[in-house]
């Protein structure tokens, strides 16, 4: 029972243009949202977050929209740069008190020069 | 330099015997939790602790155990390993709980045979 998923498992996207990485989850009572980047042989490093109360957080190029009704968040990267090519995971967590954090299956994101 | 730290990075095993995985953070953060990564399957929570003596099982945390003596060390032990639970494995910690970035070490690649 996969309550995050994400859908697309790669994405290619030319340098300079946006990337947009999408994530579904089926339990409504999840409130916060984070973003993952992972590289090869590395573990993940934290992205951006975003909680359920706001429908956008920004931070430098990376922007997630939240769309409560819709189940739905997306990680945009606006510049795309080729430092940008990694395994993205999106993650949620349930209200404060239940410390359970579910990730999904990750898009491996390509960035071509 | 603010890190988590697992040992060992690669580990072969045979099917029943037990072992442990060490992850130490000298962040004092509250909340130390690992992960498994399996092809496919993104990332999924084995246990996570919430501090000293209070540790609570994830989405999959059949066949392992872990302990919480002291705020900084949090152990992964296999009791009795089997093949199934080859995969990679990640430590991570964050100040406060789930909701907060989380800092990975640098991954155990597990080989049960």
């Known amino acids: 029972d996969q309550q995050v998923k994400q859908n697309s498992p790669s994405l290619s996207v030319q340098e300079g243009r946006i990337s947009i990485l999408n994530c579904d989850y089926t339990?409504?009572?999840?409130?916060?949202f984070l973003w993952y980047k992972k590289y090869p042989a590395e573990g993940p490093t934290f992205l951006i977050s975003i909680s359920s109360i706001k429908d956008k957080n920004e931070d430098g190029r990376f922007t997630v929209f939240l769309n409560k009704s819709a189940k739905h968040l997306s990680l945009h990267i606006v510049p795309s740069q080729p430092g940008d090519s990694a395994v993205y995971f999106c993650?949620?967590?349930?209200?404060?008190?239940?410390?359970?954090?579910?990730f999904g299956t990750g898009t491996r994101l390509t960035i071509i020069p | 330099e603010a890190q988590v730290t697992q040992n060992p990075r690669y580990l072969i095993t045979v099917t029943g015997k037990k072992l442990t995985v060490t992850c130490s953070q000298n962040?004092?953060?509250?909340?130390m939790s690992w992960y498994r990564q399996d092809p496919g399957l993104g990332l999924r929570q084995i246990y996570y602790?919430?501090?000293?003596?209070?540790?609570d099982k994830g989405d999959v945390p059949e066949g392992y155990k872990v302990s919480r003596k002291e705020k900084r060390n949090f152990p992964l032990i296999l009791e009795s390993p089997s093949p199934n639970q080859t995969s990679l494995y990640f430590c991570?910690?964050?100040?406060?709980?789930?909701?907060?970035?989380?800092?990975f070490g640098q991954g155990t690649r597990l080989t049960v045979v």
């Open positions: 991570a910690s964050s100040l406060m709980g789930a909701n907060t970035e989380a800092f």
């Open positions: 602790s919430m501090n000293v003596e209070v540790t």
């Open positions: 993650a949620a967590s349930l209200a404060f008190g239940n410390e359970k954090l579910t």
């Open positions: 339990n409504s009572m999840f409130d916060y």
């Open positions: 962040m004092n953060h509250e909340y």
